[in-house]
């Protein structure tokens, strides 16, 4: 048995083979995140055993590929190419920060200091990761954590990027301690993850989740079938009537707020269309806020268009968005167009570089899919009440939905078609990342979700009332609103800041402590 295991521990296939199984194991359905610092532990291992930094990164490739189709397979759903490509480009770029920490630590031979550094250069590729054209935060350390938000309530003052240094902070001193039985890091990594989680725990039972002030609110679930043309339908107004009647079966007068998932609407329209007439006059008619997620076409003067457009066969420019639309009592429409767009699914990742490096023989305009909003839009649900309505893949994004409260909301909506991803533990696990988001903002967050999980969360993660996936259902809630600003919302990924710095200060190191060290080997030879 020794021997089995001292074959395992020096084996660099064995080791990635099984950090990727731990790894894809630590994601919702599984409420297992502490095997994230047990891979950790077993990718330090190989970084210590392979000779250059090339090595390290191709086993451990093979580690994070494992990683992300044992969590991620149900991409593939969607769309089997763009999953395929999704799954090995992000196992790639995983393989950076390993990289990195391989070079570092060859220069850097204390384990005190590379215990920071290897931690800042995880932290610091996710915190790069959410910010590029091929941004896929959904597999952030801190996600694994989802299903047990009341260990990491402290994420209400570093966001969920402050538990990936956490983590792998911890897991590096375990590492240490391991290989050397040293007690001091075998102490510092039980005391390093007993105190967050304590603090977590008492944080838990005193988080205020009451409020004076409550909206409202009536959260459909239409059940579409959204691999059909149209759901199925022959014509787009037949399911509009259809949850119109299921609306209205439940608002009552005091409602704010009809929240309809994303392509509840199931043709694109724009501002003067016939079915966003029909939603003006609903809306003044129930005196409520009615938010529908659908695709919007924005018309522009020639003049002062974007740079990057479609174009109607008459050569006018327009953009079609993935939004949220919010039709208001008084007749206006208000529009949320989404941000964080799906690499390859929803947009051509870095179409307006490649748009200048190739300005002739593409249409960029036409390829690009749909355009990008830049606004933190909120929506207002009474006289000093407002609600985001984040639409699906816009919800990942912590420091993106920190902009919304910033800007007054009260309370966070999430408007989302999961059923893309049939019975798969895709939707399973976007429902559940929704549980940290409450905790950083301090907020309700109301999810409408097409074919479910749709839900009320409340600010310390728990689960108040969620339906059942793939049912045809409604509820109506009165949902507590607040106004508070947590640390976070402030202060936005701080640790991912430091992070950077850290592994800069490092790198800078390094590559002047190699520089001299070359310099001195060369006047040696000269010398000789």
Same mark, same amino acid.
């Given at each position: +048995?020794? *021997?089995?295991?001292?074959?395992?521990? *020096? *084996?660099?296939?064995?080791?990635?083979?099984?950090?990727?199984?731990? /790894?894809?194991?630590?994601?919702?359905?599984?409420?297992?995140?502490?095997?994230?610092?047990?891979?950790?532990?077993? @990718?330090?291992?190989?970084?210590?055993?392979?000779?250059?930094?090339?090595?390290?990164?191709? #086993?451990?490739?093979?580690?994070?590929?494992?990683?992300?189709?044992?969590?991620?397979?149900?991409? +593939?759903?969607?769309?089997?190419?763009?999953?395929?490509?999704?799954?090995?480009?992000?196992? $790639?770029?995983?393989?950076?920060?390993? $990289?990195?920490?391989?070079?570092?630590?060859?220069?850097?031979?204390? =384990?005190?200091?590379?215990?920071?550094?290897?931690?800042?250069?995880?932290?610091?590729?996710?915190?790069?990761?959410?910010?590029?054209?091929?941004?896929?935060?959904?597999?952030?350390?801190?996600? $694994?954590?989802?299903?047990?938000?009341?260990? =990491?309530?402290?994420?209400?003052?570093?966001?969920?990027?402050?538990?990936?240094?956490?983590?792998?902070?911890? !897991? #590096?001193?375990?590492?240490?301690?391991?290989?050397?039985?040293?007690?001091?890091?075998?102490?510092?990594?039980?005391?390093?993850?007993?105190?967050?989680?304590?603090? !977590?725990?008492?944080?838990?039972?005193?988080?205020?989740?009451?409020?004076?002030?409550?909206?409202?609110?009536?959260?459909?679930?239409?059940?579409?079938?959204?691999?059909?043309?149209?759901?199925?339908? !022959? *014509?787009?107004?037949?399911? @509009?009537?259809?949850? @119109?009647?299921?609306?209205?079966?439940?608002?009552?007068?005091?409602?704010?707020?009809?929240?309809?998932?994303?392509?509840?609407?199931?043709?694109?329209?724009?501002?003067?269309?016939?079915?966003?007439?029909?939603?003006?006059?609903?809306?003044?008619?129930?005196?409520?806020?009615?938010?529908?997620?659908?695709?919007?076409?924005?018309?522009?003067?020639?003049?002062?268009?974007?740079? /990057?457009?479609?174009?109607?066969?008459?050569?006018?420019?327009?953009?079609?968005?993935?939004?949220? @639309?919010?039709? +208001?009592?008084?007749?206006?429409?208000?529009? #949320?167009?989404?941000?964080? /767009?799906?690499?390859?699914?929803?947009?051509?990742?870095?179409?307006?570089?490649?748009?200048?490096?190739?300005?002739?023989?593409?249409?960029?305009?036409?390829?690009?899919?749909?355009?990008?909003?830049?606004?933190?839009?909120?929506?207002?649900?009474?006289?000093?009440?407002?609600?985001?309505?984040?639409?699906?893949?816009?919800?990942?994004?912590?420091?993106?939905?920190?902009?919304?409260?910033?800007?007054?909301?009260?309370?966070?909506?999430?408007?989302?078609?999961?059923?893309?991803?049939?019975?798969?533990?895709?939707?399973?696990?976007?429902?559940? #990342?929704?549980?940290?988001?409450?905790?950083?903002?301090?907020?309700?967050?109301?999810?409408?979700?097409?074919?479910?999980?749709?839900?009320?969360?409340?600010?310390?993660?728990?689960?108040?009332?969620?339906?059942?996936?793939?049912?045809?259902?409604?509820?109506?809630?009165?949902?507590?609103?607040?106004?508070?600003?947590?640390?976070?919302?402030?202060?936005?990924?701080?640790?991912?800041?430091?992070?950077?710095?850290?592994?800069?200060?490092?790198?800078?190191?390094?590559?002047?402590?190699?520089?001299?060290?070359?310099?001195?080997?060369?006047?040696?030879?000269?010398?000789?």
């Amino acid at each position: +048995m020794k *021997n089995m295991l001292l074959r395992f521990w *020096n *084996n660099r296939l064995s080791l990635a083979v099984a950090a990727g199984i731990l /790894l894809g194991l630590s994601y919702p359905p599984f409420p297992f995140p502490f095997f994230v610092p047990a891979a950790f532990i077993l @990718l330090f291992r190989i970084i210590d055993l392979s000779p250059t930094a090339r090595s390290a990164a191709f #086993y451990t490739w093979i580690g994070f590929m494992l990683w992300n189709i044992i969590a991620t397979y149900w991409l +593939m759903y969607a769309t089997l190419i763009g999953g395929i490509l999704a799954i090995l480009a992000n196992s $790639a770029v995983m393989t950076v920060p390993i $990289a990195f920490i391989h070079y570092l630590k060859r220069h850097i031979k204390s =384990v005190t200091l590379m215990t920071f550094v290897s931690a800042g250069a995880w932290t610091a590729y996710e915190y790069f990761h959410y910010r590029w054209d091929l941004a896929w935060p959904w597999l952030s350390l801190g996600n $694994a954590f989802s299903m047990t938000p009341q260990l =990491v309530e402290f994420i209400v003052w570093t966001g969920t990027i402050g538990i990936t240094f956490w983590i792998v902070f911890i !897991s #590096y001193l375990l590492y240490h301690f391991f290989i050397t039985d040293n007690k001091w890091m075998g102490w510092s990594a039980l005391i390093l993850t007993l105190i967050p989680i304590g603090i !977590s725990l008492i944080t838990f039972r005193h988080i205020d989740i009451h409020s004076k002030k409550s909206a409202q609110v009536v959260i459909v679930q239409p059940n579409y079938n959204s691999y059909l043309d149209m759901s199925g339908y !022959s *014509n787009p107004y037949t399911p @509009l009537q259809e949850i @119109l009647r299921q609306s209205d079966s439940l608002r009552t007068d005091s409602t704010r707020l009809v929240l309809w998932p994303e392509n509840a609407i199931q043709v694109g329209v724009d501002a003067t269309s016939p079915i966003t007439e029909i939603l003006r006059d609903s809306s003044k008619a129930w005196n409520t806020t009615i938010i529908s997620g659908s695709a919007f076409f924005q018309f522009y003067n020639p003049s002062k268009a974007p740079e /990057l457009t479609h174009k109607t066969g008459s050569g006018r420019p327009y953009n079609i968005y993935n939004a949220a @639309l919010a039709f +208001m009592p008084d007749g206006t429409l208000r529009v #949320y167009r989404k941000d964080k /767009l799906v690499p390859l699914v929803e947009r051509v990742p870095f179409v307006r570089i490649l748009s200048k490096i190739i300005p002739f023989g593409v249409d960029w305009g036409d390829m690009q899919g749909f355009a990008r909003g830049k606004k933190a839009t909120v929506f207002k649900i009474g006289p000093n009440e407002k609600v985001s309505a984040v639409v699906c893949y816009d919800s990942v994004f912590p420091d993106w939905n920190r902009r919304f409260v910033l800007n007054g909301a009260n309370l966070i909506s999430v408007i989302t078609n999961d059923g893309w991803w049939g019975y798969t533990s895709g939707y399973f696990q976007h429902f559940e #990342y929704a549980r940290l988001l409450s905790i950083e903002m301090h907020r309700y967050v109301i999810r409408s979700a097409n074919n479910g999980i749709s839900s009320v969360i409340a600010p310390d993660g728990q689960i108040i009332k969620r339906t059942q996936y793939w049912t045809r259902t409604a509820f109506r809630h009165d949902v507590p609103l607040f106004r508070d600003q947590t640390f976070y919302v402030r202060h936005g990924d701080w640790p991912g800041r430091i992070a950077i710095v850290i592994f800069l200060l490092a790198l800078a190191f390094s590559i002047g402590k190699q520089i001299i060290h070359r310099k001195a080997k060369a006047s040696a030879t000269t010398i000789k």
